[in-house]
């Protein structure tokens, strides 16, 4: 069992940054492939970023690639996305994702977190 809890959100003009975080609570956090979703109202929850379990590779969707970058501490147990350059198409709810040993190109998450409402302003 994985609980996350996400921090960071808020409401940002378009062109601004954010940092989202995301705290995950394991003994075993090593072993998990971290993801970040999002879902704007209305509409499905898509994936947004993933990094792998074993090492730093990386992987995003298309809308986003070029403006966000995630990352993690497993000293920490934390894993981040930076956000920046952002866009009224971005506001949604975001959320952290875990799947141990997950495919982090195909990343579905087993354990997730409560989601931080990301609001960008025109």
């Known amino acids: 069992q994985v609980q996350l809890v996400e921090s960071g959100g808020g409401l940002v003009q378009s062109g601004g940054s954010l940092r989202l975080s995301c705290a995950a609570s394991?003994?075993?956090?090593?072993?998990?492939?971290m993801g970040w979703f999002r879902q704007a109202p209305g509409k499905d929850r898509e994936f947004v970023a993933a990094?792998?379990?074993?090492?730093?590779?990386?992987y995003y969707a298309g809308s986003v690639k070029g403006r966000f970058t995630i990352s993690r501490d497993n000293a920490k147990n934390m894993v981040y996305l930076q956000m920046n350059s952002l866009k009224p198409e971005d506001t949604a709810v975001y959320y952290c994702?875990?799947?141990?040993?997950?495919?982090?190109?195909?990343?579905?998450?087993?354990?997730w977190g409560q989601g931080t409402q990301v609001t960008v302003s025109a």
């Open positions: 394991t003994r075993t956090f090593s072993i998990y492939s």
């Open positions: 990094i792998t379990w074993r090492g730093p590779n990386t």
């Open positions: 994702a875990a799947e141990p040993w997950g495919n982090y190109a195909a990343l579905k998450g087993d354990y």
